[in-house]
């Protein structure tokens, strides 16, 4: 087995967690709205949650703070599989929002952190920018189970959201559907202002520390 392969999670944990959240993606894609993809994509975010831990705890913020949100995701997941039931699965999806924006400032303060910008700390803006993305996305779900109808007259499938988050995230705005009632139309704007801002402070600040550390050799 490649030495390089096994050792990029101790080295680089931010590319491990970014891989992870890419792989969730692509599975789901696979695997769609079923009882079976649910299952699968429940495990792979039990890992994502894991991986998010793994790689926070890293940095300054208080590490108990991580396992207090993300332990009653865990047991709330192992429930539903059991015993399924709308309320338990919006207070889940509520914890997971505030879990992935939590892991998020956590990278984004780690990145911070150093005068120079290190290989890790570029998968850490992947990461960070993949991290922010989801929890919108957990925050799009929660609205829509809160305000039916807030993307539209038919309920939006958690891939169809994710696709949202990303697209408004990045500027993009390839989204077939749009936001409908005012709390989902704040969050898009929110989630919009939070894009711009992360690439203006976060990646342009990541792009001269290594600038800087090319001219410093």
């Not at 969730?24 to 009882?35: E, H, K, N």
Request: proline fraction near 5%; hydrophobic fraction near 55%; include cysteine.
């Amino acid at each position: 087995m490649n030495t390089r392969a096994v050792a990029l999670p101790v080295n680089h944990p931010s590319a491990a967690l970014l891989f992870v959240q890419i792989s969730g993606i692509l599975v789901y894609a696979l695997v769609g709205d079923t009882s079976a993809g649910s299952g699968v994509f429940g495990v792979i975010g039990l890992l994502v949650l894991a991986a998010a831990l793994y790689v926070v705890k890293r940095g300054p913020w208080l590490t108990g703070f991580g396992f207090a949100l993300a332990l009653p995701v865990i047991v709330l997941s192992i429930w539903l599989v059991f015993d399924p039931d709308p309320r338990r699965t919006v207070i889940m999806n509520t914890l997971e929002a505030v879990f992935y924006f939590y892991a998020a400032a956590g990278l984004i303060a780690y990145m911070l952190e150093d005068e120079f910008a290190s290989v890790d700390e570029m998968f850490a803006a992947a990461a960070t920018f993949t991290l922010l993305a989801w929890a919108f996305a957990y925050a799009y779900v929660v609205c829509q189970a809160l305000l039916p109808g807030s993307f539209g007259e038919h309920p939006r499938t958690w891939m169809e959201l994710l696709f949202l988050s990303f697209t408004t995230l990045s500027g993009v705005g390839l989204s077939d559907f749009t936001p409908v009632l005012p709390m989902a139309r704040a969050l898009v704007m929110i989630e919009e202002f939070t894009g711009v801002m992360y690439l203006a402070l976060i990646v342009s600040r990541l792009i001269a520390l290594s600038v800087t550390k090319r001219t410093k050799r």
